[in-house]
């Protein structure tokens, strides 16, 4: 029977074996080939325009990236081909730009077109693009491989090459993708392997610049991809190719992307092919952000020094909102709404307080750390939240933070499911929780844009309603209501009396700068937190009501019992 210290000594030394991957991650010089042009494209629902292409380049340009995948061009003329040539015209360096090409034009009775020009080469020619990845399938399911041998594959291969180097300018920087990467491990090892060594053993002058796989299904094990990518390595250093690039590039599907993606690099690939951003494919991709993050937090210096990290998240973000017209679901890792909140303020969690040797990713993008308001959170959390949001206040006290959390809690009892993270979430729940909403808060709110057409069209309508009785004052069109004009136009339906005590205090609620008067950007508070929380609203009375019910009335029964205290 194994002992306890046999079993902690087995332990120890598969972790120290294991620990080698962060050392050899750490150590890793990475090649990024930035796709974000044309990854990002793939599968989605709407694709890219000449605009789209320019502003992605420019974001790509401040990360640092220079090797940068530009086109897939086809016999269609498309927006790659116009967006090419304005950018060589601009006088950008054709040294660092890709582009895609086939390395067949057809395949007829189960042999490959061996003479015909690629389409793609072809316009690489035409626009003076410089640097061509060949892309190559070798199970492809038309090609009858006992007729068109690996012989012929390798020649086929060397035949495009050889055009290349002849006919495009300058020294091209020639890549080959080996495209169905998973399926032809396979169902064809020694084929891959092959063409490899083919290609590892070409003179030194026509050798490529690398070669270029793809996990295109997101089905595999990282062990499973690793495994493939260390052999390719091994029969590439094997051959004297110590120096090619080995650049991965993974699919998602089931969660693996990332990992897998860090498995390659760990056994053998020196680079990735990827896009800033996630986006593309059927479920996106192993991006290059949350790749090199994980280089950075595991002490890789180089990837500092070839880029600059520090916009990452901003590019990432910027080329999410310009592929599909939104922000980046919060939840997204590094770049997402909610990658930096700071949760608990304790340790030992994902989103707590971090201990002085862990990566502080809000610190490396030059952001403050948005702390989360749920019942999770201590009182002191919640007034520093109050602090960051709206500056320092007297008000802001873990006192306060007691007294919101009580509210929280009695709303979940209450069936009322709202947020209280963003800055009108907070001011609300601050103000119900006996809060005196303050100037700041007002300022900070209305300077919130809401880009809605149905909400801009519900504010419009209650405005109009403003105006009516703001024409029945003597001081017209200065923004603000006297109580009994604001009473007799918005709250008349949910207090039965102006000249009750209750209701006159109560409206000292929404006074928030005691002039005796509602300002709209002090009625607008309240409007744009019920458009916040209740997205659903149909109409101006509906939003009303839901402004009143469930956040003004609240604050003015506090301003009540307020008011009610022996003094």
């Given at each position: 029977?194994t002992?306890?210290d046999?079993?902690?000594a087995?332990?120890?030394?598969d972790?120290?074996?294991?620990?080698?991957?962060?050392?050899r991650?750490r150590?890793?010089?990475?090649?990024?080939?930035?796709?974000?042009?044309?990854?990002s494209?793939?599968?989605?629902?709407?694709?890219?325009?000449?605009?789209?292409k320019?502003k992605?380049?420019?974001?790509?340009?401040?990360c640092?990236?220079?090797?940068?995948?530009v086109?897939?061009?086809?016999h269609?003329?498309?927006?790659?081909?116009?967006?090419?040539?304005m950018?060589l015209?601009?006088?950008?360096d054709?040294?660092?730009?890709?582009?895609?090409?086939?390395?067949?034009?057809?395949?007829?009775k189960g042999?490959?077109d061996?003479?015909?020009?690629?389409?793609?080469?072809?316009?690489?020619?035409?626009f003076?693009?410089q640097?061509?990845i060949l892309?190559?399938?070798?199970?492809d399911?038309?090609?009858n491989y006992e007729?068109?041998t690996?012989?012929?594959?390798c020649?086929?291969?060397?035949?495009w090459?050889?055009?290349?180097?002849k006919y495009l300018?300058?020294?091209p920087k020639?890549?080959?993708n080996?495209r169905?990467f998973?399926?032809a491990m396979?169902?064809s090892?020694?084929?891959?392997?092959?063409?490899?060594q083919f290609?590892?053993?070409?003179?030194?002058?026509?050798r490529?610049?690398?070669i270029?796989?793809?996990?295109?299904t997101?089905?595999?094990?990282?062990?499973e991809?690793g495994?493939?990518?260390a052999?390719?390595?091994?029969?590439?250093?094997q051959?004297g190719?110590?120096a090619g690039k080995?650049?991965?590039h993974?699919h998602?599907?089931y969660?693996?992307g990332?990992?897998?993606?860090?498995e390659?690099?760990v056994?053998g690939?020196?680079?990735?092919?990827?896009?800033?951003?996630?986006?593309g494919a059927a479920?996106?991709h192993?991006?290059?952000?949350?790749?090199?993050?994980n280089?950075?937090?595991?002490?890789?210096k180089?990837?500092?020094e070839?880029?600059d990290?520090?916009?990452l998240?901003t590019?990432?973000?910027?080329?999410t909102?310009?592929?599909?017209?939104?922000?980046?679901h919060?939840?997204?890792?590094?770049?997402?709404?909610?990658a930096?909140d700071?949760?608990?303020?304790f340790g030992g969690?994902g989103?707590?307080i971090?201990?002085?040797?862990?990566?502080?990713?809000?610190?490396?993008?030059?952001e403050?750390a948005?702390i989360?308001?749920?019942?999770?959170?201590s009182n002191s959390?919640?007034?520093?939240?109050l602090?960051?949001l709206?500056?320092?206040?007297?008000?802001f006290?873990?006192?306060t933070g007691?007294k919101?959390k009580?509210v929280m809690?009695e709303?979940?009892?209450q069936?009322?499911?709202?947020?209280?993270?963003?800055e009108?979430?907070?001011a609300?729940?601050?103000?119900?929780?006996?809060?005196?909403?303050?100037?700041k808060?007002?300022?900070?709110?209305q300077n919130?844009e809401?880009?809605?057409v149905?909400?801009?069209?519900l504010?419009?309508?209650?405005?109009?309603?403003?105006?009516?009785w703001?024409?029945?004052?003597?001081?017209?069109?200065d923004?603000?209501?006297?109580f009994?004009?604001f009473?007799n136009?918005?709250?008349?339906?949910?207090?039965?009396?102006?000249r009750?005590?209750?209701?006159?205090?109560?409206l000292?609620a929404i006074?928030?700068?005691?002039?005796?008067?509602v300002?709209?950007g002090?009625f607008?508070?309240?409007l744009k937190?019920?458009?916040?929380?209740?997205?659903?609203i149909?109409?101006?009375?509906?939003?009303l009501s839901?402004a009143f019910?469930k956040?003004?009335?609240?604050a003015?029964?506090?301003?009540?019992?307020?008011n009610?205290?022996?003094?």
């Amino acid at each position: 029977m194994t002992t306890i210290d046999e079993t902690v000594a087995q332990i120890q030394e598969d972790v120290v074996k294991e620990l080698e991957k962060r050392q050899r991650l750490r150590e890793l010089d990475l090649f990024v080939l930035d796709n974000s042009i044309r990854e990002s494209t793939v599968g989605q629902l709407r694709g890219h325009t000449l605009e789209n292409k320019f502003k992605i380049f420019e974001e790509v340009k401040n990360c640092g990236f220079k090797n940068i995948v530009v086109a897939s061009f086809a016999h269609m003329t498309r927006v790659d081909d116009e967006f090419v040539q304005m950018l060589l015209a601009k006088g950008e360096d054709p040294k660092t730009l890709f582009s895609f090409s086939e390395v067949t034009e057809s395949v007829k009775k189960g042999i490959p077109d061996t003479t015909t020009v690629p389409i793609g080469l072809k316009k690489m020619q035409q626009f003076r693009l410089q640097n061509p990845i060949l892309e190559i399938d070798l199970v492809d399911k038309r090609v009858n491989y006992e007729k068109f041998t690996t012989e012929d594959v390798c020649q086929l291969l060397l035949h495009w090459i050889e055009w290349s180097m002849k006919y495009l300018p300058g020294d091209p920087k020639i890549l080959v993708n080996l495209r169905d990467f998973p399926d032809a491990m396979i169902q064809s090892l020694k084929r891959v392997i092959a063409v490899v060594q083919f290609l590892a053993n070409l003179p030194e002058k026509k050798r490529p610049f690398g070669i270029m796989f793809e996990e295109p299904t997101g089905r595999y094990l990282p062990e499973e991809v690793g495994a493939w990518t260390a052999g390719v390595r091994k029969t590439m250093q094997q051959n004297g190719w110590e120096a090619g690039k080995l650049l991965a590039h993974v699919h998602k599907r089931y969660a693996l992307g990332e990992v897998v993606q860090l498995e390659c690099l760990v056994n053998g690939a020196n680079g990735i092919w990827a896009g800033v951003c996630e986006e593309g494919a059927a479920m996106g991709h192993a991006c290059s952000i949350v790749t090199l993050i994980n280089l950075i937090r595991m002490g890789n210096k180089k990837v500092l020094e070839s880029y600059d990290c520090s916009y990452l998240r901003t590019a990432a973000i910027n080329v999410t909102r310009i592929t599909t017209g939104r922000d980046p679901h919060p939840k997204q890792v590094i770049y997402g709404d909610r990658a930096l909140d700071l949760s608990f303020d304790f340790g030992g969690i994902g989103g707590g307080i971090l201990a002085k040797c862990e990566f502080d990713m809000a610190k490396f993008f030059g952001e403050e750390a948005p702390i989360r308001i749920s019942t999770l959170a201590s009182n002191s959390l919640i007034a520093r939240r109050l602090i960051q949001l709206f500056g320092d206040n007297p008000q802001f006290t873990e006192e306060t933070g007691q007294k919101m959390k009580e509210v929280m809690i009695e709303d979940l009892k209450q069936n009322r499911k709202e947020e209280y993270m963003s800055e009108v979430g907070v001011a609300i729940l601050f103000d119900r929780a006996g809060g005196k909403l303050t100037p700041k808060m007002q300022e900070v709110i209305q300077n919130i844009e809401v880009n809605g057409v149905h909400e801009r069209e519900l504010l419009a309508n209650i405005r109009e309603i403003w105006d009516t009785w703001d024409l029945k004052e003597l001081e017209k069109g200065d923004d603000a209501l006297e109580f009994h004009s604001f009473y007799n136009g918005f709250m008349a339906p949910y207090f039965g009396c102006y000249r009750c005590d209750d209701t006159r205090q109560g409206l000292q609620a929404i006074d928030m700068d005691t002039d005796g008067l509602v300002d709209w950007g002090e009625f607008t508070v309240y409007l744009k937190w019920a458009l916040h929380q209740y997205p659903q609203i149909k109409d101006a009375d509906e939003l009303l009501s839901v402004a009143f019910r469930k956040g003004l009335i609240p604050a003015m029964r506090d301003e009540i019992l307020q008011n009610r205290k022996p003094k």
